[in-house]
């Protein structure tokens, strides 16, 4: 066995565990507690990437950090970093879905003649000649301390006017008071105080911010929509509603018990909201047939309208599970639901976005080569986007649009926060308690 098949493991797996494994290190920690549900979103991404949990101690958050960054990526659309190393460490995927552009000057040779002219570092003189670029933007420092206080001296000069500074440089001379300095200031900003950072950190925390755009709620948010429309339906059937999730995101069902006992609940029901348990989900194969309908009727006009007489494709993708756990067979009984109830004019097949069987890959090559579809809808069959989203679904969509240039693709949005999921896990909830 070869050092690689003894210890490696697959992209989606190598985060999923990483990321079970940052929860379960910061699950006591004293620096979460006060922390938003974005803020622990980006804290954990941070840990991840530095492979420390003992940075979570020095983070820190402005209170209007998390929605100044988000607002300026959907609106300005411009990421400002001090070095190519941060740059090179953002998705490519998030940055092109969200039209965001990214700015880095400190190898250009304008920056090397204005260092020698102002008798500077580089990395001051790539700050000072990215001002232009920085009002309203993101400025992500993820190198140089003296970079950090070089923008901290435009910001004081009114010269620039960042939407949020992510100050993350490491070091030893004048990186703790750079920080100091940034934390200080009104501004809204995400730092790491002391010696450490650096560009992973700092690319994490963009990626992170990236996550949480986007027209659908990010996963944080849209379960405590969720828990708030639940909590409005059941307000006669139970007192107390609190959202766990199995990982990534703590609390997690045993803490969420222990809160729930600690208030003085003495009764308990479990909901799973989960997309697909198996054969079980033939169950809510009626419930769900609308919401795919919704997520097709969102396209662009002309995205479901047939092509030369071709029927339309329809993809749904679901979350990849191994094999071992879900055969699909619910998955493959809802996409033949779909097309029946799409009616003519529509090819449906199903996939999953990574594990296994049946692929993208494959699902797609059956539409166009098989079914002779003119145009491709893809469904992504999961609350909220993320990761499997970003990297796995429109990650696959990329090079599919690549190998088949002559069939147009669109990617329906999420299924996200939807008052008739809400009402089905009511139900759910509600059938549970009678048999209690």
């Known amino acids: 066995m070869t050092l690689v098949d003894k210890y490696a493991l697959l992209p989606e797996e190598i985060d999923r565990q990483s990321l079970l494994m940052v929860a379960d290190s910061l699950r006591d920690s004293a620096s979460t507690g006060n922390l938003t549900d974005e803020q622990r979103y980006v804290l954990h991404r941070i840990v991840r990437a530095e492979g420390d949990p003992e940075i979570a101690a020095d983070v820190r958050f402005s209170s209007t950090a998390i929605e100044s960054a988000i607002a300026s990526l959907r609106h300005t659309k411009r990421v400002v970093t001090d070095v190519r190393m941060v740059q090179v460490g953002m998705s490519r995927a998030a940055l092109a879905k969200n039209g965001v552009e990214t700015s880095c000057l400190i190898d250009a040779p304008e920056v090397a003649d204005r260092a020698r002219r102002e008798g500077t570092t580089r990395s001051v003189a790539a700050v000072r000649e990215l001002a232009p670029q920085m009002d309203g933007a993101v400025v992500a420092i993820g190198n140089a301390p003296t970079a950090l206080l070089a923008l901290l001296d435009l910001i004081d000069a009114q010269q620039v006017a960042p939407a949020v500074v992510i100050g993350m440089p490491v070091g030893f001379v004048a990186c703790p008071e750079s920080k100091q300095e940034l934390a200080a200031r009104n501004i809204p900003h995400i ?74 609940v003495n009764r308990v029901v479990v909901a799973p909201y989960l997309l697909g348990n198996g054969k079980h989900a033939t169950l809510e194969m009626e419930e769900e047939l609308p919401l795919v309908r919704d997520r097709i009727a969102a396209l662009p006009d002309g995205a479901a309208e047939p092509t030369d007489g071709k029927p339309i494709g329809v993809l749904i993708v679901k979350a990849g599970t191994q094999t071992r756990y879900d055969d699909c067979a619910w998955l493959k009984e809802l996409g033949s639901w779909v097309e029946r109830d799409l009616g003519s004019g529509f090819a449906v097949t199903v996939a999953q976005s990574h594990y296994g069987d049946p692929t993208m890959e494959h699902a797609v090559a059956e539409l166009v080569k098989e079914r002779n579809v003119g145009s491709l809808i893809c469904v992504p069959y999961i609350f909220f986007p993320g990761l499997i989203l970003q990297r796995n679904v429109l990650g696959t969509m990329a090079k599919l649009r690549e190998e088949y240039p002559h069939v147009p693709m669109w990617v329906a949005p999420p299924l996200g926060v939807d008052d008739r999921l809400v009402a089905v896990a009511s139900d759910r909830v509600r059938a549970a308690k009678a048999l209690s």
């Open 191 to 264: 730092t790491i105080l002391g010696r450490r950072g650096g560009s992973s950190a700092a690319a994490a925390t963009v990626n992170a911010l990236l996550d949480l755009l986007g027209g659908c709620p990010n996963t944080p948010v849209g379960l405590r929509e969720v828990a708030r429309r639940l909590a409005t339906d059941l307000e006669n059937d139970v007192s107390q509603i609190i959202v766990s999730c199995l990982e990534f995101l703590p609390p997690h069902p045993p803490e969420a018990v222990s809160i729930l006992a600690d208030s003085g």
